[in-house]
């Protein structure tokens, strides 16, 4: 609840295969991020119960909004893979995703 | 003043709720309060069915809605809930133990609780879709009925599974509201028990953990039951059973009314014509925007007061009007039935109409002139 008076900032994330990157707003998910920056990231249902945005976080700090673990293997949790939709960030990053063609 | 009137408008709940509390806490006549209140609302729902506005955005694109505003609002309707059960619970101890509480005013503390208990999980539906916090209070909320499974239930399986067969809270053609409830409720309550024995065995933990958000669920349900049995004894488990069941077929009947009939095929994405839209003025401010089905289903993260009119399929009345509608299944069919046949002309793909006709032919009870000639 608490969360709702802290002060956010902006962070940035860097598609490693793409040489490209992005602004995520505060507030917004490294999805919604994406999708504002026009990139066209794989996505669903957006609520974190499909999988479909999965993505390979490299570096950086980020905070899962929900549990990954419905949907990712404690091998994909262990390798650093993470739901873009339900993904907040807490520092740049860099991230690996399969953008669609 | 736009800032304001954005806002306040989604109180209605709230202050119902509160006036619900204080008749209960009154006693006599009072106690019907939440019962006066929905019949109100059925006339006020119906007398602005024609009216219909658009989510409010300034010039540059931003809403006018206060985040912090409204999750205040939507956590303190927790603490707001279990009031709500104590106002009803004091008037059953009240009742067991002086006899200075007539019968009358019993039913009518049971009746109104269970409405505004049902009503108010439209709270427990907005913060299912929120992070660690607000998913826990929309936990909370659902469990003062007896329902915490839904919330992982929604957001796993109905947001995934919408117009699908397997998909409990999608009503086909043809299933009335009250078998909908039943097959919902425990369809939901299935998906959320296999759901962590799944998750439970590929983390290599037994199904009996603390982490098994199924079990959790129903033991944040307790401190209801035990508040009934300590206040009312067996006929506090009758009340609590009485408010529990309405509660859930209200639910559950804002689930039918949101895709009853509705058909997606198997792998393609969800998309603004696979839910109904019921958002005209009272519906749209009482119900917080949950009746902007459409575009809730294809942008599940939107804050409730920036969901806007997507073009879904509309039923152009409001959900309490619809619901009375529900209440005798033929009346419902056939008020339905004009705006299935607009759907499979005009927002069927052509796989969907294929799956509706299918359907027809195996219902013979049921008939279309679109599909099956």
Request: glycine share 8%; net charge negative; charged share 20%.
């Amino acid at each position: 609840m608490f969360g709702l008076f802290k002060k956010n900032k902006s962070f940035t994330a860097k598609l490693v295969d793409y040489n490209q990157e992005f602004v995520v707003e505060p507030g917004d998910s490294l999805l919604t991020g994406a999708l504002k920056a026009g990139l066209p990231w794989p996505k669903k249902c957006q609520v974190g119960s499909c999988g479909t945005c999965k993505c390979k976080i490299i570096d950086g700090k980020t905070r899962a909004e929900i549990d990954f673990s419905y949907v990712l293997s404690p091998d994909e949790l262990n390798d650093g893979y993470a739901l873009a939709c339900q993904t907040s960030l807490k520092s740049d990053i860099s991230v690996a995703v399969n953008l669609i063609d | 003043m736009k800032t304001f009137y954005v806002n306040v408008r989604y109180l209605i709940v709230p202050v119902m709720t509160v006036l619900t509390i204080y008749g209960l806490f009154l006693g006599g006549i009072y106690a019907w309060t939440g019962v006066f209140l929905f019949g109100l609302n059925i006339i006020l729902d119906t007398a602005t069915k024609n009216i219909h506005l658009r989510a409010d955005f300034d010039e540059n694109g931003n809403s006018f809605g206060i985040k912090t505003f409204q999750y205040i609002v939507m956590y303190l309707m927790f603490p707001i809930f279990i009031v709500l059960q104590c106002a009803l619970a004091w008037n059953l101890y009240q009742f067991t133990t002086s006899s200075t509480v007539a019968v009358e005013t019993l039913v009518g503390a049971i009746l109104s609780t269970g409405l505004w208990a049902g009503l108010g999980i439209i709270y427990g539906h907005e913060l299912s879709h929120n992070k660690r916090e607000g998913f826990s209070v929309s936990r909370a909320i659902m469990a003062l009925s007896g329902a915490s499974h839904f919330t992982y239930a929604h957001v796993y399986q109905h947001h995934l599974e919408l117009g699908h067969q397997n998909d409990p809270a999608t009503a086909p053609r043809g299933r009335n509201v009250y078998w909908h409830t039943w097959l919902s409720h425990f369809g939901q309550s299935k998906f959320s028990f296999d759901l962590e024995k799944q998750k439970l065995e590929r983390h290599n933990k037994s199904f009996f953990s603390l982490d098994n958000k199924w079990i959790l669920g129903y033991l944040y349900s307790l401190p209801s039951i035990i508040l009934f049995v300590w206040s009312g004894g067996i006929i506090g488990i009758l009340a609590l059973v009485v408010v529990w069941s309405i509660s859930n077929f209200l639910l559950e009947a804002l689930n039918f009314m949101g895709h009853y009939g509705l058909i997606r095929e198997a792998g393609k994405p969800v998309e603004h014509k696979h839910s109904w839209d019921n958002d005209n003025l009272f519906t749209s401010w009482f119900f917080i925007e949950i009746g902007r089905q459409g575009d809730h289903h294809v942008r599940g993260e939107t804050y409730f007061w920036e969901l806007d009119e997507v073009g879904a399929p509309n039923y152009e009345i409001g959900y309490f009007t619809l619901f009375l509608l529900t209440l005798i299944p033929p009346v419902f069919r056939k008020y339905t039935q004009k705006y299935l046949d607009e759907w499979d002309r005009n927002q069927a793909s052509e796989a969907e109409k294929q799956i509706a006709k299918d359907y027809y032919e195996d219902t013979k009870h049921l008939s279309n002139n679109i599909l099956v000639v």
